[in-house]
């Protein structure tokens, strides 16, 4: 098994800047995709951000410009720097990762327990 811890949520005003980490722990696994997703009260969940392995990105067009993910595969931690944070942007993030589990030869999708990000106008 997986478990992922974020950390780094929190209030901020409208224009300010917040950094998310997540990392991951478990036994002999290693990660494949790692990714960060948000939903609002009232909405579903939305991707935000991924990466892979290698470092390739993807963006919703809602942040691209803004945030910037990132990843430490040594550290198997991922990073979401969030920088011109707008209302809109207050959710609950919730941290995912892709991990191929060695004792069972699979990958499986894990989530984090989500943090709070709420920005203030």
């Known amino acids: 098994q997986v478990q992922l811890v974020e950390s780094g949520g929190g209030l901020v005003q409208a224009g300010g800047s917040l950094r998310l980490s997540c990392a991951a722990s478990?036994?002999?696994?290693?990660?494949?995709?790692m990714g960060w997703y948000r939903q609002a009260p009232g909405k579903q969940r939305e991707l935000v951000a991924i990466?892979?392995?290698?470092?390739?990105?993807n963006y919703a067009d809602s942040v691209k410009g803004r945030f910037t993910i990132s990843r430490d595969n040594a550290k198997k931690t991922v990073y979401l720097q969030m920088n011109s944070l707008k209302p809109e942007d207050t959710a609950v993030y919730y941290c995912?990762?892709?991990?191929?589990?060695?004792?069972?030869?699979?990958?499986?999708?894990?989530w984090g327990q989500g943090t709070q990000v709420t920005v203030s106008s």
């Open positions: 478990g036994n002999a696994f290693s990660i494949n995709t």
């Open positions: 990466i892979s392995r290698g470092g390739s990105t």
């Open positions: 995912n990762c892709n991990a191929f589990i060695n004792s069972e030869a699979a990958f499986r999708g894990y």
